[in-house]
């Protein structure tokens, strides 16, 4: 950059007495972005719901009353009812438990294997790299909906099938981005100065890559929960997901699909569920990156 | 170039031989007899057998592998199960439906994300910026699913502005030559059925290309940032060029790279991915193809029709790359 | 270079504009592009001769005797005839191509009349000869080839269980037909759409190309096939029955969402539809424009339940689950009660039907207190597997499953729902894998014997069977039935065996479902039958 | 002073990178960026490397500190060839050995603070108790001219020198013999330059150090280094003492080098030999002397034969065939040469 | 020469930055002027504005942040501020021309080098034929020196050195025959041999085009072997202008004569240089006193309290510094400077 940008290692002596971390300015960086605000709000939002909503909705998500078939919303059922007379109220609040769980353990599944996997390939290179890589192609190389379709099928269909398969759709692209920080970063001058210094490759690895290829990951991982969210419905609404009576919002869709005319709040509900969520995620990746990790790209 | 070119096909042969071998092993991890599936409910044990051993269904899977690859190698790409057709002849028009849907929806999405990006990086910060990207982070954000239904419910019941489902008035078909319709219908100079088929192009398209839109305007606009900040923007304004030129030429020409990427990997999802779209819009194409291949464990349609699928998305790829080339002379291919 | 610019740039605009364009004018299009479409097609005559029928799925083959599978049989029922015919709205036998057939005192003869002056498609005659080629043709196939002549008949051409002798021909238009053993629904199975009458010439062409160009005697005539598309067939003028069909040209429209097909009937795109959820049923009836038809029921839905796996083995805890469950509350609300509650393993539009069995009432403190005397007074965790498909005997299985799961609830059992796809859900529940399991069967030639032999016989277990039920009675009672040939002394077999499963139960027969159909209101002369399988000779528009 | 032993002597080192080709990544070549280079540096004194960018001295400093690995040759270090240690023994040397870097704001994780990062060479070679790290680490900060509290901030809050001295302080902290700095002040501004300069003499008479320093400004080269090395195109064309070169350069080049410096005095006319052209690539030299497709002085026997580095006078060495036998017969040229020089 | 014309005229130009941590006033009431086919230098250490009052003439300032927001740019008697954009663009490459510091990215790298020329041409001569256009081009690749300028037309900037680069850098600025050329660190990227080069390069043309020359650089050697006269600028601000004899023979400035002793010498070798203590300050840190106190060996309490004037010593010589102020009297220079040199 030209000299013209202000550049914050003046700020040094004159003001910070304050030690600020990586960590703390990204926070600072973080809260000034309204879009990430939002997001998080977004985000707390849910998480919030799905801690405590289920315990001031109603009794018996799941059960049934027959002769309140698709009630119209009005002040005893906020969203209506379904097909079965369930409280569609209570039904997305209890599937904002699944859908954030279904995405944040799959991705966290996916960043811990595809982490490993990716940082032998960027750390170690040679054939191992070779091998990994060539692994990663070939799963890339599926359309994902097809891969998790497939991986479903084997497992068999069930809310925790396709998390797994979510997860595992997932990996290449944790592991690529990671071998490509590792690489990238076993570039950085401070790995040769580590080097220099006599430091073991092992420590190198822990106490500087993979620190600094965190950040990344962190954007990386937040929007691909929003990612795995949608896909998640995907499978729900394809009848690959979630097993009955589970309130998982795609198969709320997928259930309701005929009611689409007769009784639409079946259908709005859940799918503005699923885009708020998502979206708060989305906002959320995107404040983080600009924190972050500023020069990645989406 | 061309060597360059040699290099990548030959690169890609592992990682094709790789996806044979997983997509065969995947499919034949799922429990379920294939003969069963094709006789049907009604079957009779003895029916089911006769088939399975028919299918060398029995034989171990090495040996099951190795004649399928065998087969490809020789341009057999296997038989279906289930409609007792070769896959390499059956293949085609699902094939072509999908493509056509897929360059439709990518066209729409391409035109309307790489300018709103443009225009969003141009005039950043500008109240179109800031709507264009809140629209583009609602569109990822989107089920596509449920935006389809909603468009099939608002504008072709509600409104009857566009048909429902199909690629065409089955009352009025095409005559297939390519199977794709549009370059079938302009060829027979049958503009009645182009319009007809655009039609029917619309609403899968559009929902098919909101999410690729929308990677494709933040893509681009985030490109576009990086690059008007560089120094050759600087250096064709202080030339005295027109904003609008230094970025649409100068800027554009920059910035396309990274956006191509994303473009090269989104038509690859849409081809193989459009299957919740093709289930809505009831669309014959290659997604539900294979989807209904296992549902019915039709094992070369899965092997074949995904290798087809992947073996395309790898060629995108490829082509992205070679357009790399044509786009950037840093990138020497020799 | 900025000319070059210029005109890519140009290109660009140019492209967005056209989609704009075509987004707009769409909208101003106000009569809607369906009926616009409809108009286009109707501007030849005066009057509508084309039908589009939308379902669920494409066909398989088009040669019927090689597929076991209902879309198929959908398209052939109108392209082929069989030598007998299944009666308009139920299956009763009644003349085909035959127009005369006889049964010697012992059953094991049949002589046909064959119908006179009758050609295939391809212009060559149809006679005795064409149908003994045609018996021969099947014969001599394998289970592969021909897997519904295999289950009907026992066997192949070398099968020592094969029941036909032989088939002749005596002259033009005399077959005769001979038995080894007699077999009760013999001549149902001969109305089946699947032994339908090829040309002998166009078949010996040779197997997989006959499936795509099917070449028979039927009111209509194949034209083109575009794979999970389309298929359409077009009127037979040289049809040997006067004034049929009516229709022009009917096209079949594979869509397989439920809800889609909905919305292409509402917008006109089709003007028929199979598959109708029962909850749009009322919606189709509230629509000025559209009719909503009833198939008549001739299938079961059921929950069966596993025989040998545990607590399943006691009778005490299947009678429970039969008290447990409300299934009049499920047709209700599932079937929009468009079913009848189900207490026996067949529908009662078959002869045989027993109508004195008393069914179990929804009854859980009766079902508590069996559960209690087979000592599971805390109830037992349970596995529900719910079927992931739409068939016409279910509708929508994981709903019904739902419902059943919350009946089961209040007896105390937790049951978790199960599911698989098809493939998997078949093949694992026929090797005793579920601990209870929802399916369902439609009849294929609507004889007691295509009920309970088929699906609750020791002899079909690991095939139909899937309860892996078992019971001596019944298999004496099966075997009896499938050689008598008086009808009466069959009925009163089949009573028997109906009393002895209803207090088995193996099953929870839950509802003999009736399948919904809709269509454009003008559309008249449309019956749909039992089998699945609609003639559409009849059918025109007002 | 130039009477110490040597500390470091390197013999016939090189370094060619592979250039990789084709389907199956065949080497089809190779970059020479250090081609059989020799010297040697003394107990305590400044050996000055400049040259151009691409001329190899940053990779002459890594591959001593066996950062990369050699091609061929010998880097001896108080009698042991590094080249033949093991990776653990490397470790070991790397104690007595440390550099400095060109860019402080990259050599520097952004994640860890001062105080850890001068801690680590410590952890690493086992220096005591935490607490006497914790000691040392704020004595070594006071020596490069900080304060204590500087241990507990991140890079990002300092400024070019701060960041240097850092970099020169971590390089300190093991007690090295020989520190090979690698362009440490380019990225400096003029005034900062001549502080983190300053530092560096103060440090060398404090501790004894022995410095290679790598640098392209010949300025700063001259005032800091005993000895100078000029290099070209991996190779080394003339070593001296840095007086005898600024004052008697022999090799065209280094005339070209010296005389293209701009000069802060506007009175000082200098005779500006401008020479033509830009250095060739490594991956391709020119046959026989690197240097002739850009020298005024060429002869035919340069374009053939590779001059070696000799001595010309006592304690300086050029490889030059202005001062070769083979040169010598070019007679013509040479008395043609006289007349300009 | 001090009838030529002035040219080009800044005054009490003011360019802030609005950024998250606040207002930056990065140029800070600057004036200075450029008289025709004269060579000007600009002089700084990194932050002192130097860079952002060129592309404050040019008016290129990235925007947001930064903008004018004040003083008048004259270029021939008109104010530059205030034309619309439409006029300005016709002024840019056509009267006022720039280079750039970094040739390796100031050139478009997917454009031919051709294609980027005939755009410079093109955009100012509208009535020239391609024909026309090519040749021009052609003709001044030659004249900046590059010997194959007919196949480097239809090269790409990567396949060119970074001195070939920096040259169509000034052939492309020079095509309109500018009348001013504002270079901004042209040559900081380059090898000294290369800067050579390209500094003659620049004298030629000066002279033989009589283009003016406003050259930004913080390499004194650099201004004192091109410019006639020197403007020193520190934190924002014109510190200290005369011409460069003048500066280089008696610097005023405490920052001036600091930034002159700092640069080692390449001609005789001190002990230890001049180090001006401290750091830069960022700019807008200081908004009281003398943005130099804090660094300044000779400062006073005045220092600290006013914000001293640019204070006329001679004729043609001002500096910002209470010691020229003459209600502190000479005698307090004078003392300065004998202590200092």
């Known amino acids: 950059m030209s000299e013209f940008t202000p550049k914050v290692d003046g700020v040094a002596e004159a003001k910070l007495e304050k030690t600020t971390g990586p960590w703390r300015e990204a926070w600072v960086g973080f809260r000034k972005s309204k879009v990430a605000v939002v997001g998080a709000v977004i985000v707390i939002f849910f998480i919030l719901l799905a801690l405590f909503g289920p315990l001031v909705t109603k009794e018996g998500i799941n059960e049934q009353l027959m002769t309140d078939r698709l009630q119209p919303p009005s002040s005893e059922y906020w969203f209506g009812t379904d097909d079965f007379g369930r409280d569609i109220f209570s039904r997305i609040i209890h599937g904002a438990r699944i859908s954030l769980s279904v995405g944040f353990f799959s991705v966290v599944g996916s960043i811990v294997v595809g982490s490993f996997l990716g940082i032998i390939a960027g750390y170690y290179g040679r054939w191992i790299d070779t091998i990994i890589s060539r692994i990663f192609d070939i799963m890339l190389a599926f359309p994902s909906i097809l891969l998790a379709i497939a991986i479903v099928s084997v497992l068999g269909p069930s809310l925790r099938n396709a998390l797994i398969a979510i997860a595992i759709i997932n990996v290449p692209n944790f592991g690529r981005l990671i071998r490509s920080k590792v690489l990238s970063i076993k570039e950085d001058e401070y790995i040769t100065a580590a080097k220099a210094i006599g430091m073991k490759d092992f420590r190198i690895l822990f106490s500087h890559i993979l620190p600094n290829s965190m950040a990344p990951v962190i954007v990386q991982g937040t929007l691909a929960i929003a990612t795995a969210i949608l896909e998640a419905a995907a499978l729900g609404f394809l009848g690959l997901g979630a097993e009955a009576p589970y309130p998982e919002w795609g198969k709320m869709l997928a259930d309701s699909k005929d009611y689409l005319q007769n009784a639409p709040w079946t259908m709005i509900f859940p799918g503005l569920a699923i885009m708020l969520t998502v979206l708060g995620f989305n906002l959320m990746g995107d404040g983080l990156r600009d924190a972050l990790d500023p020069k990645m790209k989406s | 170039m061309f060597n360059y070119t040699i290099k990548r096909l030959l690169q890609l042969i592992p990682v094709l031989l790789g996806m044979t071998f997983l997509v065969f092993m995947l499919i034949r991890a799922i429990p379920g007899n294939p003969a069963q599936v094709i006789l049907g409910q009604q079957a009779t044990k003895e029916a089911v057998e006769a088939l399975t051993i028919k299918l060398g269904l029995d034989q171990p899977w090495y040996t099951q592998y190795f004649s399928y690859l065998g087969g490809i190698l020789k341009g057999d790409l296997g038989e279906s199960m289930r409609t007792r057709l070769p896959v390499a002849d059956e293949v085609w028009p699902y094939l072509a439906a999908t493509l056509e849907l897929a360059l439709f929806a990518m066209i729409i999405a391409v035109v309307v994300g790489i300018n709103a990006g443009i225009i969003s990086a141009w005039f950043q910060n500008s109240w179109f910026d800031y709507s264009a990207m809140v629209l583009a982070l609602v569109g990822v954000s989107m089920p596509i699913f449920w935006l389809g239904l909603m468009g099939q419910w608002a504008f072709a019941i509600e409104l009857q502005w566009l048909p429902t489902t199909g690629r065409e008035n089955v009352r009025d078909p095409v005559s297939a030559i390519t199977n794709l319709y549009i370059i079938d219908t302009l060829i027979q100079g049958r503009f009645d059925q182009l319009w007809v088929v655009i039609k029917h192009l619309i609403l899968p398209g559009l929902a098919l290309a909101t999410i690729p839109m929308a990677i494709i305007a933040r893509m681009t606009r985030s490109s576009m940032l990086e690059v008007m900040r560089s120094d050759y923007i600087r250096t064709a304004r202080a030339k005295g060029q027109k904003m609008f030129w230094v970025v649409y030429k100068h800027a554009l020409k920059n910035a396309i790279i990274p956006v191509l990427t994303v473009i090269g990997l989104q038509i690859g999802l849409l081809l193989g991915g459009a299957i919740l779209t093709e289930t809505i819009f009831a669309w014959p194409g290659i997604g539900r193809y294979i989807y209904d291949a296992i549902n019915f464990r039709d094992y070369p349609v899965i092997q074949s029709g995904i290798l087809i699928v992947a073996f395309i998305f790898v060629m995108i790829n490829l082509i992205v790359d070679l357009l790399y080339g044509l786009i950037d002379p840093r990138i020497k291919y020799d | ?542 | 002073m130039q009477m110490n032993k040597p500390l470091l002597r390197v013999e016939g080192l090189k370094k060619y990178f592979p250039i990789r080709k084709g389907l199956i990544g065949k080497t089809v070549g190779h970059v020479k960026a250090i081609d059989n280079v020799s010297f040697h540096v003394n107990e305590g004194e400044t050996l000055g490397i400049v040259g151009e960018s691409g001329c190899g001295k940053s990779t002459t400093g890594r591959t001593i500190m066996q950062l990369l690995e050699p091609t061929e040759g010998v880097v001896e270090f108080q009698g042991k060839d590094l080249t033949k240690l093991s990776a653990n023994e490397i470790r070991a040397v790397r104690r007595d050995i440390q550099m400095v870097f060109q860019d402080p704001y990259a050599s520097l994780n952004p994640r860890h603070t001062i105080g850890k990062i001068l801690e680590e060479p410590l952890i690493v070679h086992g220096g005591g108790s935490a607490k006497d790290r914790r000691k040392k680490v704020v004595e070594f900060l006071r020596i490069v001219g900080l304060s204590e509290y500087h241990a507990k901030r991140y890079p990002h809050q300092f400024s070019g020198g701060q960041r240097q001295r850092i970099g020169i302080a971590r390089a300190l902290m093991t007690n090295p013999k020989l520190i090979i700095a690698d362009e440490p002040v380019s990225a400096l501004d003029v005034s900062i330059q001549a502080q983190v300069l300053n530092l560096m003499q103060d440090l060398q008479k404090e501790f004894n150090l022995t410095y290679i320093f790598i640098a392209h400004d010949l300025g700063v080269v001259r005032h800091i280094s005993d000895r100078v090395a000029v290099m070209y195109l991996g190779k080394i064309v003339e070593i001296t003492e840095s007086e005898e070169l600024y004052a008697n350069p022999l090799h065209p080049y280094t005339q070209a080098l010296l005389s293209a410096v701009p000069v802060p005095d506007p009175n000082y006319k200098k005779e500006q030999i401008i020479i033509e052209g830009d250095m060739p690539s490594p991956a391709n030299p020119p046959s026989g002397c690197a240097f002739h497709t850009r020298c005024p002085f060429k002869m035919d026997v340069c374009t053939k034969i590779t001059p070696v580095l000799a001595e010309e006078k006592t304690g300086h060495s050029v490889a030059c065939h202005l001062y070769t036998a083979e040169g010598n017969d070019d007679i013509e040229r040479k008395k043609q040469l006289e007349g300009s020089v | 020469m001090n009838e030529r014309k002035k040219l080009l005229e800044v005054n009490d130009l003011q360019t802030t930055f609005f950024t998250d941590s606040g207002e930056i006033p990065a140029v800070d009431h600057v004036d200075f002027y450029v008289r025709e086919g004269e060579v000007l230098g600009i002089v700084g250490e990194s932050g002192c504005g130097k860079s952002v009052t060129s592309l404050s003439i040019m008016q290129l300032v990235p925007s947001p942040p930064g903008k004018i927001t004040g003083g008048e740019i004259l270029f021939e008697g008109q104010d530059l501020l205030k034309k619309t954009e439409k006029e300005m663009r016709e002024i840019r490459g056509n009267d006022v021309a720039m280079i750039f510091q970094e040739p390796m990215t100031s050139l478009n790298p997917l454009f031919t080098i051709g294609n980027q020329m005939s755009e410079a041409i093109s955009l100012h001569q509208k009535k020239w034929s391609k024909k026309q256009i090519k040749e021009r081009a052609i003709e001044m690749l030659k004249l900046v020196g590059l010997p194959r300028s007919e196949e480097i037309m239809k090269e790409y900037p990567h396949q060119l050195s970074g001195g070939m680069r920096q040259r169509v850098m000034i052939a492309m600025a020079l095509v309109c025959d500018p009348k001013v050329l504002i270079a901004d660190e042209p040559t900081t990227a380059l090898d000294v041999t290369i800067q050579a080069q390209i500094l003659k390069l620049m004298r030629d043309l000066n002279e033989r085009m009589n283009t003016a020359i406003l050259l930004i650089t913080h390499d004194l050697g650099v201004v004192a072997e091109t410019c006639e006269r020197v403007v020193v600028m520190y934190a924002g601000q014109v510190i200290e202008e005369a011409p460069t004899e003048e500066i280089f023979e008696n610097p005023c400035h405490p920052y001036t004569r600091g930034l002159i002793q700092s640069v080692p010498d390449m001609r005789d070798k001190k002990d230890r240089l001049y180090s001006i203590p401290g750091n830069v300050p960022k700019p807008g840190s200081i908004d009281k006193g003398c943005r130099f106190a804090a660094r300044c060996e000779s400062a006073f309490s005045r220092c600290w309290i006013e914000t001293p004037e640019l204070y006329r010593n001679s004729e043609n010589h001002q500096t910002r510094c209470f010691l020229y102020d003459e209600q502190e009297g000479v005698t307090n220079a004078n003392e300065q400077t004998t202590v200092k040199s």
């Open chain 3, 1 to 542: 270079m900025r000319k070059g610019k210029l005109w890519s740039f140009a290109l660009i605009m140019l492209l967005v504009l056209s989609t704009a364009l075509a987004a707009c004018s769409g909208g101003d299009d106000k009569e809607g592009s369906g009926d616009k479409d409809k108009d286009a097609a109707d501007k030849g005559g005066s009057e509508n001769k084309t039908l589009v029928f939308g379902r669920g799925g494409d066909s398989t083959s088009l040669d019927p005797s090689r597929v076991t599978e209902g879309e198929t049989f959908k398209v052939t029922v109108n392209l082929f005839e069989t030598l007998l015919n299944f009666g308009e709205q139920d299956t009763t036998v009644q003349p085909g191509l035959a127009k005369e057939y006889d049964t010697s005192e012992d059953g094991l003869t049949y002589t046909f009349q064959l119908e006179e002056g009758v050609k295939f498609h391809d212009g060559t005659d149809f006679n005795a000869e064409a149908v003994v080629k045609n018996f021969e043709r099947w014969a001599n196939g394998d289970s592969d080839t021909f897997p519904y002549y295999n289950s009907m008949f026992g066997g192949f051409k070398d099968d020592e269980d094969h029941v036909i002798e032989s088939v002749k021909a005596d002259g033009e238009s005399t077959v005769i037909i001979t038995l080894k053993r007699p077999q009760a629904p013999f001549l149902k199975n001969l109305a089946m759409s699947m032994f339908a009458i090829s040309s002998p010439e166009a078949f010996e062409k040779g197997d997989d190309e006959y499936e795509r160009n099917p070449v028979g005697t039927g009111p209509f005539k194949f034209v083109e096939w575009k794979p999970n598309e389309t298929i359409t067939i077009e009127k037979n003028e040289e049809y040997w029955q006067e004034g049929l069909p009516k229709l022009d040209r009917i096209i079949f429209q594979a869509i397989p969402d439920n809800s889609a097909r909905l919305n292409a009937l509402l917008s006109g795109e089709i003007d028929l539809a199979d598959g109708i959820n029962p909850a749009d049923g009322v919606k189709i009836e509230d629509n000025d424009t559209l009719q909503l038809f009833e198939r008549p029921s001739m299938n079961v839905g059921y929950l069966g339940l596993t025989v040998t796996r545990e607590p399943f083995d006691k009778k005490e805890v299947r009678q429970a689950m039969n008290y447990a469950i409300d299934k009049q509350s499920i047709v209700d609300s599932f079937f929009e009660g468009r079913a009848e509650v189900a207490k026996n393993a067949m529908p009662s539009s078959i002869s045989g039907y027993n109508d004195d069995v008393e069914d179990y009432a929804y009854d859980p403190e009766k079902a508590k207190e069996l559960l209690k005397e087979a000592g599971l007074e805390d109830g037992f965790e349970m596995e529900l597997w719910a079927m992931p498909v739409p068939r016409p005997y279910m509708p929508d299985g994981t709903k019904v499953a739902e419902a059943i799961q919350s009946n089961l609830a209040d007896v105390g059992i937790k049951a978790k729902i199960v599911s698989y796809e098809w493939a998997t859900y078949l093949d694992k529940a026929s090797k005793g894998e579920a601990d209870a399991f929802m399916l369902g069967w439609t009849g294929d030639n609507g004889d007691a014997d295509n009920f309970l032999y088929v699906l609750l016989d020791e002899d079909n277990i690991g095939s139909n069977n899937y309860t892996y039920f078992k019971n001596d009675e019944t298999h004496k009672l099966f075997l009896e039935a499938q050689t008598e040939v008086d009808e009466d002394k069959r009925i009163e077999l089949y009573k028997q065996a109906q009393e002895i499963l209803h207090e088995e139960a193996p099953w929870v027969p839950l509802a003999h479902s009736i399948p919904l159909l809709g269509g454009a209101k003008e559309l008249t002369g449309f019956v749909p039958h039992p089998t699945g399988s609609d003639l559409l000779s009849n059918v025109e528009f007002k």
